[in-house]
């Protein structure tokens, strides 16, 4: 027991020294052996990388989420329309960019612009797990890595030219390349601001004393990994390092073993970082890759005898190399990076065939863990419907479905339109609002042209007449809803000149555009029991008649008592009366 209570007050204490790793730096000097020295100026420099990858996560984020049509959102789904190609799609993403950090940055971006969905996104992190063991191959035999920042010139000298293009998708997906430039460059001078620990291991040869207490040291040794991963913000990077130290014989084969699972955590805080400009799901995604390298880490402590023992079974009778768990302590060196290589390899690999059957459970889990912080996460994806077609009378259900769907989300406009309206002496709450509406705008648009094109295909099936008029009621519903969000957002236009201007209203003009609101949301309401009809044939208009009679009722009295104010000039004044007659006319055109 005096030996267990005697390391973990150790361990305690370097973990208190890892977590504040740079700060322990700076009290080195310039005159130290080690050549490691850390101040002020080195921590605003890893503060602004980690600034400027995040804003290249934002730009490009945004540029594709602009730039992503219902093509490229097609190719996605179709690259990871199962977990199996997703996992493909990541391992030879990784493969190529030698980056596991770029594809689950990418990854995340394109969950956060509703490309691909939380399932899709999690096949891809896992095959970026299995890509990412090839640089340490490359490392390992070669010693050859490419540098990050040697593709920003080139995507700049790309997407620069692209920018000054009037044409708004092509300025866009200049826009997205842009974006990944900072990012890639963000990422370089990020691992550059951190203290040189890689080319200064001998400032870790204190962790050789912790390798003495089985799986004790297995965990603490996980534990430095990951951080030293966050440190140096590079799992291959920690990967070499960890290389270095285990090759000079400080430490033994299995807890550099560790070391590298702990590598495989500390990776996550890439996509982690990522997210914190993303949506919900964004966060969502990054929160899946977590989990998975989490939990595979977990389970590989257990089995971590096991696994090292058939690789060094494979490497002394198969490939006839020095066992890296063998006694004799003057082992080969080049043995070691071969070694840690396959069980980094062999680890991602087994963990993706254990962990690919729990993808659903993952998805549930992160959505259980992640909560939605209010309407500004929420996203609209479609539910119902993809690129596979069925039968056509099947097709046609989940497209009545998804209409159903979406008229919950298109009534909530209204809302934000009253607030907006309400919000006088709330800059920041009107600014919420004005972002809201154009936001459901550019969904309602989304939502049509997805709709149209998913009912094309259903339409060069065979229907029979009945299903065909059926297809030509949804496409025109589909059709309405674009329409509402194209007057929500004309209307979300006015009151942002009368804010700019400070135009206001007086009581009675207020009064009359929330009982015109109060209509509209009763519409609204009627509007959504209709298409949860399972048949609109047996749908009942008399509500939706009635309703509309008496906005338009409304929306007469309204017209005739500006008349009037205005013959009068009763506390109007001409700007006031064109606004506030643009919006109860648009509020009757919806």
């Not at 990077?237 to 270095?244: D, G």
Request: charge should be positive; hydrophobic fraction near 45%; proline fraction near 2%.
């Amino acid at each position: 027991m005096g030996k267990i209570s005697s390391f973990f007050r150790a361990s305690t204490l370097t973990f208190c020294a890892i977590i504040f790793f740079s700060v322990l730096l700076m009290a080195g000097n310039q005159d130290e052996p080690s050549g490691l020295s850390f101040g002020l100026w080195d921590a605003l420099q890893i503060l602004g990388s980690l600034a400027f990858f995040i804003y290249g996560m934002k730009v490009m984020s945004e540029g594709i989420q602009k730039a992503a049509g219902s093509q490229m959102r097609n190719i996605l789904r179709t690259m990871t329309k199962n977990r199996y190609l997703g996992v493909l799609t990541g391992f030879i993403t990784t493969a190529l960019v030698q980056s596991s950090s770029a594809t689950t940055v990418m990854t995340v971006s394109f969950v956060n612009a509703g490309l691909i969905s939380l399932v899709e996104s999690a096949g891809i992190m896992m095959g970026a797990n299995i890509g990412t063991t090839i640089t340490g191959w490359l490392i390992s035999i070669l010693g050859f890595k490419v540098k990050l920042a040697a593709y920003s010139v080139p995507l700049f000298a790309i997407g620069l030219p692209m920018l000054m293009v009037s044409r708004s998708k092509v300025k866009a997906w200049g826009e997205f390349i842009i974006g990944f430039a900072i990012l890639f460059m963000g990422l370089s001078l990020l691992k550059k601001a951190v203290p040189d620990i890689k080319n200064n291991p001998e400032v870790l040869n204190f962790l050789a004393g912790f390798a003495d207490y089985g799986i004790l040291s297995r965990l603490f040794f996980v534990l430095v990994g990951t951080l030293l991963t966050i440190v140096v913000q590079s799992s291959s990077a920690a990967m070499a390092l960890t290389l270095t130290l285990c090759s000079q014989g400080i430490l033994p084969f299995d807890i550099a073993a560790a070391m590298i699972l702990g590598e495989n955590i500390g990776t996550t805080i890439t996509a982690e970082l990522a997210s914190l400009v993303g949506n919900v799901h964004a966060k969502r995604s990054a929160r899946i890759h977590s989990m998975f390298n989490i939990i595979g880490v977990i389970w590989m402590v257990i089995a971590l005898p096991f696994v090292l023992r058939g690789i060094g079974w494979i490497m002394t009778t198969q490939l006839g190399m020095i066992d890296p768990l063998g006694l004799d302590a003057n082992i080969a060196k080049e043995s070691i990076p071969i070694a840690l290589s396959a069980f980094h390899t062999t680890f991602n690999f087994l963990n993706v065939i254990f962990m690919i059957g729990f993808v659903p459970w993952l998805v549930r889990m992160a959505i259980l863990t992640v909560k939605e912080s209010g309407e500004s996460d929420e996203t609209y994806r479609l539910k119902y419907i993809g690129t596979n077609i069925t039968t056509p009378e099947l097709s046609i259900m989940e497209a009545q479905k998804e209409v159903s769907r979406f008229g919950e989300v298109t009534s909530r406009m209204t809302g934000f339109a009253r607030k907006l309206l309400d919000a006088k002496e709330s800059p920041k709450k009107q600014r919420k609002m004005l972002k809201k509406l154009s936001k459901y705008e550019e969904i309602t648009d989304r939502f049509e042209v997805e709709l149209t094109e998913y009912l094309t295909l259903v339409s060069k099936k065979p229907l029979s007449p009945k299903m065909s008029i059926r297809v030509r009621s949804i496409l025109n519903i589909g059709n309405d809803m674009e329409r509402i969000g194209d007057i929500f957002f004309q209307i979300s236009k006015t009151l942002e000149r009368k804010i700019d201007n400070k135009i206001w209203f007086n009581q009675q003009q207020r009064d009359r555009l929330n009982e015109m609101f109060d209509l509209i949301d009763n519409a609204f309401e009627i509007m959504i029991i209709n298409l949860d009809a399972d048949h609109y044939d047996k749908v009942s208009k008399d509500k939706a008649v009635e309703m509309e009679n008496k906005i338009n009722q409304l929306r007469n009295v309204m017209r005739r008592e500006n008349a009037e104010a205005m013959e009068k000039q009763e506390d109007y004044n001409i700007k006031s009366t064109m606004i506030y007659n643009n919006l109860f006319s648009n509020l009757e055109k919806v």
